[in-house]
C-alpha cells in the first residue's frame, strides 16, 4: 500500500523524529510504499496569502482557475495526496494545536478544487477526490495528560483534523494515536510507544 506520511517537527533529536524512523521501519516491515511529506525540511509556508484566498473562492466553480493561483508546491503535494492509500500525520500538540506548518498545509492543500468538491447538497456535502484514500491516521506527542487535553480541551486536534476535515469529506477509516505526558515518560514506555508505532505501521490495511 502507498502510504503518505505528512511530518512536522523542527528539531532531528526530538520524540517525534523517532516515531517517523519507527514509522519508517514498520511500513518497509509491511511491505508498504513510503512518500514522505517534511514541512520543516521544505521550508513549507503555511500562511494563506490573499492569492489562497481568491483561489479558495474559485475552486468550487472553476478548479484551473483555482489551481493556476495556488503556489507550486501546493500543486505538488495534491498531487502526492492524491496517489496516497493511507495518510499518516506526525506531530507534536503545542498549545493544545498543531504547529504552524501542519494547520498550513490542512488549510491550503485540503483544498476545494484540488482535493475536495462539493455535491449538489451544497457546502454541507463534500466529496473527496482522494479516491484512492483508505484511512487517515494522526500520531501526536504532547506533555498534557490526555484526562485534561480530553476534559479541558475538548481533545481539538482531533476533533478539527479527524471529525472535521476528514469526517467532512467522507473519510470514514481514522485513527489518532495520542502519547500524552511525553517528557515524564520512562525510557521503557517511550521504548514501548514506538514498538506500538512500528507494529501498526507494518499492519495498516
Known sequence: MKILVIFNHPYEGSYCAAILEQIRTGLAAGGHELDLIHLDRDDFDPVMRDKDLRAFALGRN????????VDPE???YRDRLLAAEHIVFVFPIWWELMPARMKGFVDKVIFPGLTYGYTEKGRTGMVSYMEKLRGVTVITTMNTPSWAYRLIFGNAVPKALLRGTFWKIGVKNRRWISLSNVKSRSLEKRRAWLAMIEDRMRKLK
Open 62 to 69: 472553476d478548479p484551473d482557475a483555482a489551481a493556476a493561483l
Open 74 to 76: 501546493v500543486l505538488a
